[in-house]
Nanobody
Framework: VQLQASGGGLVQAGGSLRLSCAAS????????MGWFRQAPGKEREFVAG???????YYADSVKGRFTISRDNAKNMVYLQMNNLKPEDAAVYYC???????????????WGQGTLVTVSS
């Protein structure tokens, strides 16, 4: 599976962005998909995940503000980010794994990352 993340940019605090992740491969439907982020000087952290079209699961820090979704027909995963805060600024990565997990080590494939900057 190859993953390509896009949609990052500069937004003011309180604003919104929608990240997209395009996946290649005919077995996309079988993967759990996740979004992670990494800010400068910090470890990569889990943001959200989704298995099939079941409801997403989220890090506490983004719950209620971010929504993960997927379109299996288009091999796409999305992360709608609302009410962005300066602490949300990071490089965001999409990833694919064989089971639901909040651990980066459980994910098998990674996209290249897209930068989100939030101004206060």
């Amino acid at each position: 599976v190859q993953l390509q993340a896009s949609g990052g940019g500069l937004v003011q605090a309180g604003g919104s962005l929608r990240l997209s992740c395009a996946a290649s491969g005919r077995t996309f439907n079988s993967y759990n998909m996740g979004w992670f982020r990494q800010a400068p000087g910090k470890e990569r952290e889990f943001v959200a995940g989704i298995w099939w079209t079941f409801g997403g699961y989220y890090a506490d820090s983004v719950k209620g503000r971010f929504t993960i979704s997927r379109d299996n027909a288009k091999n796409m995963v999305y992360l709608q980010m609302n009410n962005l805060k300066p602490e949300d600024a990071a490089v965001y990565y999409c990833a694919a794994g064989s089971r639901t997990s909040r651990s980066a080590g459980e994910y098998l494939y990674w996209g290249q990352g897209t930068l989100v900057t939030v101004s206060s």
